[in-house]
């Protein structure tokens, strides 16, 4: 009776889907920062070998590449709302 | 009939002083906490804030069409009750900024105009579920929607980036910072300025100078959108420092945590035509990253007052909103009237910005030197809300 009454007012299952995008942003975003902050720091304190530098340069990249593809699905969802 | 245009040029006046200080207000929501942890100066942050404000305001303009749409009446909304409704707005934005108070220019707008409505028309031109399903449920779930994602996202932060030196993590941080705020800043642009631009579109539907399906006019797209970036640059820095310092101390991890969740918040919820509080998303973002960081604390004294403020809103700006229209309608003449109570609400800005400059000044030079970001204030109660 009070979840029916609830959803006379609240869309849940939008609610339930803002909550997805905001937990699934909160797992993503700290990872994708993480990636670009440890490759940099191991691009820093690599060996001459070029297979480090190349693993800290691709963590770089991935890392980049996720907040980018963020960015754009936000300013896709800002134009197209 | 054809409302007068000295009538309509002060409406459209008063709706673009609205938007400047939703911008400054607002300016905090994209940016305190990039100045707090020092990822950007002060003075560029606002400036990077003022043009994506400004940016945004272009993007779109699908909710622009209606003021306070399923939550009165429009078809009573009369340029008078506009006016009214924005006199209450800016007289409480005004008050809650003085006192440092960080709260929403759409709820100080919603219910500005839900005064001057039932003043003019009585109760039975509000529509109550509407305030119930649009501004009062919002308003409980959007603090603690982002602030649970905060929170994740701080614990996330903090556990990927235990082994980095600091120096690292708080450089790699604070760049991704500058791209979350901007993100919240253009989508503060393109929600708030539609709201203005919407006011100024009914007002000139109601006065008959344009018709109501007629696209809304490029100058009140401009101008709407310079409004809100000169706001947003003239920089609210008492509601920065509040939000930057004052509720927790912000260290980059957190900061980057708490504008990720908040555009993600924003963003998400805009997409899914479920229209949220910026300022009460952004708070929320503070405090759940406040709470992430092990160790971190929050000044439950200045939630306690942001939340009195958030509650107040809708009742205080609705009463000035109701007295700004007694005031227009002690006139025979409309536009009598609204020049006089322009006057008065004019005077009474000028008393709050000089009060405001007096005794508390704040600036770009001083927003985050009170507290240092890495010690938290041995009595930050007392900070709660500089006056």
């Known amino acids: 009776m009070i979840v029916a009454s609830f959803q006379d007012y609240v869309p849940l299952a939008d609610i339930t889907k803002i909550i997805a995008v905001c937990l699934t942003v909160a797992v993503v975003a700290p990872t994708a920062a993480a990636l670009v902050i440890t490759g940099f720091e191991a691009q820093a304190s690599a060996s001459e070998s070029v297979r480090s530098r190349v693993l800290a340069n691709t963590r770089i990249a991935l890392g980049v590449a996720i907040v980018v593809a963020m960015i754009t699905i936000g300013l896709y969802a800002l134009s197209n709302k | 009939m054809n409302t007068s245009l000295t009538l309509i040029v002060i409406v459209v006046g008063t709706a673009l002083f609205f938007d400047y200080t939703n911008g400054f207000h607002d300016t905090a929501n994209a940016m305190a906490t990039t100045?707090?942890?020092?990822?950007?100066?002060?003075?560029?942050?606002?400036?990077?804030?003022?043009?994506?404000?400004?940016?945004?305001?272009?993007?779109?303009?699908?909710?622009?069409?209606?003021?306070?749409s399923g939550i009165?009446?429009?078809?009573?909304?009369?340029?008078?009750?506009?006016?009214?409704?924005?006199?209450?707005?800016?007289?409480?934005?005004?008050?809650?900024?003085?006192?440092?108070?960080?709260?929403?220019?759409?709820?100080?707008?919603?219910?500005?105009?839900?005064?001057?409505?039932?003043?003019?028309?009585?109760?039975?031109?509000?529509?109550?579920?509407?305030i119930l399903a649009k501004v009062i449920i919002p308003a409980l779930l959007a603090p603690f929607i982002c602030g649970g994602a905060a929170y994740l996202a701080t614990r996330i932060s903090y556990g990927l980036t235990r082994r980095v030196p600091e120096e690292y993590e708080a450089r790699g941080f604070r760049l991704g910072q500058i791209g979350s705020s901007s993100l919240v800043a253009l989508a503060h642009g393109t929600n708030d300025a539609q709201k203005t631009m919407g006011v100024i579109t009914l007002t000139l539907i109601a006065g008959g100078r344009l018709g109501a399906d007629e696209a809304?006019?490029?100058?009140?797209?401009?101008?709407?959108?310079?409004?809100?970036?000169?706001?947003?640059?003239?920089?609210?820095?008492?509601?920065?420092?509040?939000l930057g310092t004052r509720v927790t101390v912000i260290?980059?991890?957190?900061?980057?945590?708490?504008?990720?969740?908040?555009?993600?918040?924003?963003?998400?919820?805009?997409?899914?035509?479920?229209?949220?509080?910026?300022?009460?998303?952004?708070?929320?973002?503070?405090?759940?990253?406040?709470?992430?960081?092990a160790g971190g604390t929050v000044h439950w004294k200045v939630v306690r007052n942001m939340a009195v403020a958030w509650i107040l809103t809708l009742p205080a700006a609705g009463l000035m909103g109701a007295l700004a229209h007694e005031g227009v309608a002690a006139f025979?003449?409309?536009?009598?009237?609204?020049?006089?109570?322009?006057?008065?609400?004019?005077?009474?800005?000028?008393?709050?910005f000089s009060l405001a400059r007096r005794t508390d000044p704040v600036n770009a030079a001083n927003v985050i030197e009170t507290t240092p970001p890495t010690a938290p204030p041995s009595a930050p109660a007392s900070a709660g809300v500089a006056a």
Request: charged fraction near 5%; hydrophobic fraction near 55%.
């Open chain 2, 35 to 68: 100045i707090a942890t020092r990822a950007l100066k002060p003075r560029l942050a606002v400036t990077l804030a003022a043009i994506l404000n400004f940016a945004g305001a272009f993007i779109s303009v699908s909710v622009a069409a209606t003021i306070a």
């Open chain 2, 72 to 130: 009165v009446e429009q078809n009573l909304v009369t340029v008078p009750i506009v006016f009214a409704g924005l006199v209450g707005a800016i007289t409480w934005n005004l008050t809650t900024w003085f006192f440092s108070i960080p709260s929403s220019s759409s709820h100080a707008l919603i219910g500005g105009v839900l005064g001057a409505m039932i003043a003019a028309v009585g109760t039975d031109a509000v529509i109550w579920s509407g």
């Open chain 2, 216 to 242: 809304i006019p490029f100058w009140v797209k401009l101008s709407c959108a310079a409004a809100i970036g000169l706001g947003t640059f003239s920089g609210g820095w008492r509601v920065i420092r509040t």
């Open chain 2, 251 to 293: 260290q980059p991890p957190q900061g980057y945590s708490s504008e990720s969740s908040s555009s993600a918040t924003i963003l998400a919820s805009s997409y899914f035509g479920f229209s949220l509080s910026t300022t009460q998303v952004v708070s929320g973002g503070i405090m759940g990253a406040g709470l992430g960081r």
């Open chain 2, 332 to 352: 025979s003449s409309d536009t009598v009237g609204v020049i006089v109570v322009g006057i008065v609400a004019a005077i009474v800005a000028c008393v709050l």
